[in-house]
C-alpha cells in the first residue's frame, strides 16, 4: 500500500510539474508575440513618417521657393521631431531596464515642470480641437525631481489624453498637495479604458486595440517609461477610469520637498 501511495504522490507530483511547464510555454509564447507585434508596430511607426518627409523633399527639390515651400518644410520638420521622439524613448527604455538612466534632481517646483510638458504637447491638443484646462495653484509646490524627466512624464500623460479623446473632448491638468505628496492629474473625456486593462496599460508594449488609438501612432512605451521615472522619484502613477468611453485619470503622486514644508509662510526656497 505504501509503495501504491508513493507511487501516486509521484505522478501527481509529474502532473504538477507538467502543468507548470504548459503555463510557463504559455507565457513564454504571450511574450513571443508581444515582441513579434511590437517589432511590427516599430516597423510601422518607423517608416510612418518617412513618406510624408520624402514627398516634401521631392516637392522642394521641383521648386524649392514656391509657395508650397514653406509649409513643406514646417512638415518635415514636424515628422523628424516624432521620428526623433520614438527613437529617444525606445532608448530611454533599454536605458531603464538596464538601469543606466541618472536622474538629475534638484529642488524645484511641480508648476515648473508641468508649464514645460504643456508647451510640449499644446500643439497635439490644439491641433486636435481640444478644450485644455489648467488648475495650478499660487503659492510653488516644492518637490526634488529632475525637471526633464518629470516634465516628459507629464507631457506624456497630456498627449495620451489628447490622443486617446475623439477631437474636441475637455482635458484638465490639475496639481494640488495631499498629504506630503504632489498630486497631479490629468484628466480627459476620451475613449476610457476598461477595468480589467486599468493596471496593464503600464506595461511594456501594451496597446488597447481601438481604432483610434492606431490614428496618432506610439509604441506603447510611454507609460512604461513613465513609470519607471516616477518610481525613481520615489513617486506613484496611477490610472482610474469610468470604463469605455467614459474618459480616464491618470495621478501622478511625489513626495513634496522636506524644505517646503518648514517654509509654508513665505513660499521661498530654503537653502
Ligand atoms: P502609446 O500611446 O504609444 O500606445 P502608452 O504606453 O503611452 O503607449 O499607452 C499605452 C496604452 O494605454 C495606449 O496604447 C492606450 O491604449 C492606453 N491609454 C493610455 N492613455 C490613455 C488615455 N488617456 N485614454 C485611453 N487610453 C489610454
Known sequence: AAQ????????EENMRLLRESRRAAEALREAD?????????LAHELRNPLAPIRNGLQILRLSPDGPMAGNVRDMMDRQMTHLVRLIDDLLDVSRVS????????????AQAAIQAAVETSRPLIDQLEHHFTLDLPEAPVWINGDLTRLAQVIANLLN??????PEGGRIVLSLSEDDGQAVIR???????IDEDML?????????LDR??????????????????????????IVARSGGLNQGSVFELRLPLSE??????????PVE
Open 98 to 109: 538596464q538601469g543606466k538612466i541618472d536622474l538629475k534632481r534638484d529642488r524645484m517646483t
Open 211 to 236: 481604432n483610434l488609438h492606431r490614428a496618432q501612432g506610439g509604441l506603447g512605451i510611454g507609460l512604461a517609461l513613465a513609470q519607471k521615472l516616477v518610481h525613481m522619484h520615489g513617486g506613484t
Open 259 to 268: 524644505a517646503a514644508t518648514h517654509d509654508r509662510d513665505t513660499d521661498a
Open 33 to 41: 508575440l508581444r515582441k513579434d507585434e511590437f517589432l511590427a508596430t
Open 160 to 165: 495620451n489624453a489628447a490622443k486617446y479623446t
Open 4 to 11: 501504491r501511495d508513493a507511487l501516486a504522490a509521484t505522478a
Open 186 to 192: 490629468v484628466s480627459d473625456t476620451g475613449l476610457g
Open 199 to 207: 493596471p496593464k496599460v503600464f506595461d511594456l508594449f501594451t496597446q
